[in-house]
């Protein structure tokens, strides 16, 4: 059994990109349809929190009293809210529906480039120019931001057309539509967004570290967040009608596992191996997009998507290979780190002591348990 415990994070971070894929391969094609992006989120959100807190309730219905949010702590959610869920899912399905499936996940693999940059801005990550590993991290984070430049602004010919694929000129083609562009912009900003939710996870799991109550109160935030934006930005009532069965079966799916499941996956991850941890497999979800969107919705695929998303994904693991070497004299193991972690939320005062988890570093990657 506890060898078993060791492959949890792992099968709970595939199965979440197994969400993930599908669900931007639904929601590209419900958009395509007509409905609208914003209401979309809306419906996403709102599923979401009816799906999870009854689930939390019954889950912490004797430690109702341990798991009261405080002002601090409902402030630190109430942001966390905002960008990793309100925000980041309106410029998610823009990009998506401006651009491709494929481009929308290959795009999510910025995400642990970012988080290093933004970490380090704050001090939270340490950076060493003398040390290999710190020049690794800064050179894999310029890989990954010149892929998706590479994406956004270099579409290229068609990958399987290979009349195409011979005539230089065509390859040289830079020019691409505004709406192509846009669309690589609005996903470049979504994953700007995932990453400082990844960071605001430190502050929150230090205080509140029920991961399934703390995903039924972001999914309810964001739920009034985004039909406040909604209201404003979008008053046409007929925007929030559900034409078809195949529109209202995409948005139970985004609520209950694109929202629900993956948000509770994400949080007990984090909580137990740390942000980069569960960003390193997000090419896993770009594969398995890319795969059926060619296969089966006949979705272009471009050359420069292709030299794109490889540079991202190649940027993601040099990043991931520089944090390895973090504190590796260190001693301690993933299990005994999970299982410090499931024992600090159990306590009273549900806190994790200062070192422990994610919190020392943000990005720990190589071994878990490191403080």
Known sequence: MAGLEEYKPCAAMVAAQCIYAALALWAKAVFTRGMSTMVFVVYRQAIATVFLVPIAIIANRRKMKETRLGMTGFSLIFVASLFGATVNQYVYYQGLHLGSSSMATAMSNLIPAITFVM?????????????????????????????????????????????????????????????????????????????????????????????????????????????????????????????????????????????????????????????????????????????????FLHEELHIGSLFGATAVVAGLYIVLWGKAGDGGSKSGSATEHSHDVEKAATRSDSQLDVGEGITAPLLAVGNPAEK
């Open 119 to 295: 970490a380090a801005s704050v001090g939270l990550e340490r950076v060493d120019v003398r040390k290999v590993r710190s020049l690794a991290k800064i050179f894999g984070t310029v890989v990954c931001v010149g892929g998706a430049m590479v994406m956004a602004f270099f579409k290229g010919p068609r990958l399987l057309n290979s009349s195409s694929l011979v005539d230089l000129n065509l390859l040289l083609h830079l020019s691409v539509s505004s709406k192509w562009v846009m669309g690589a912009l609005f996903l470049v900003c979504s994953s700007c967004c995932w990453s400082l939710w990844l960071i605001l996870q430190v502050p929150i799991c230090k205080s509140y570290v029920d991961p399934l109550t703390l995903s039924a109160w972001m999914c309810f935030l964001s739920t009034l967040q985004s039909a406040v934006l909604v209201f404003f930005l979008l008053p046409d009532l007929n925007a929030w009608k559900i034409r078809s069965l195949f529109e209202l079966c995409c948005c139970i799916f985004a609520g209950a596992f694109g929202s629900g499941v993956t948000f509770y996956l994400q949080s007990w991850c984090i909580s137990v191996r740390g942000p980069l941890y569960s960003a390193m497999f997000n090419p896993l979800s770009t594969v398995i997009t890319t795969v059926v969107a060619a296969a």
